[in-house]
Structures are given as C-alpha cells and as structure tokens.
C-alpha cells in the first residue's frame, strides 16, 4: 500500500466519503477470487489478478519472495467437526510475481 497516497488522499477526502467509498465496494461476502484493491488519486480500484480463478473459502495466501503462493479449501473450516474426515489433499496455487508484485 502507498502510505504517501493514502496520506494524501486522506488530506484531501472527507473521511465521510472514504467511509462511503469503501462501502460502496465492500459487500461482506467470501469473493471467492483473488482480489486486490489499489488506493489512486480517484478513489479505490478492484481487481481480480487472476482473472475467474475460484479459490474455495477459507483460503490462506502466502509470499516467498518471487511468489505468492494460495491454499485455498485448507480444511480450516471443518477443524472442529470431528466426523469430517479429508479424503484428499489441498492444492497449492502458486503464482509467479515480477518485481511490483503483479502476477506474471
């Protein structure tokens, strides 16, 4: 995140409208997609960086450096359900990332 864009945004954005903004584009929902979001001069941007790619819920996304790397479907969810037995393994995603961070 550009801390010197959201400084300045903030200078110059009622926090009102910030508010309004950011809950015009967040719905609470699981989106079930990669999604980042980019604070620029007109507001925020949404973007899904790997396109429709479904990434089941719960999902757990990590950095190594040269990737990010998506567990999705990890079984968190049925954690405390005793009688779920996982009959098959979660697939790792791993996407490779130039050096701003976007998906190659």
Known sequence: ???????KLAETTPLAELKAEVARRYNGTEPAFLV???LTANGINVDRPL???MLPDPTQIAYDGKRLLIVADSGWATLD???FKRTAGTPIIAVPLGEDCKPQ
């Open 1 to 7: 995140m550009d801390l010197a864009l959201l400084g």
């Open 36 to 38: 980042s979001f980019t």
């Open 51 to 53: 396109g429709m790619t």
């Open 81 to 83: 359900k005793p009688d």
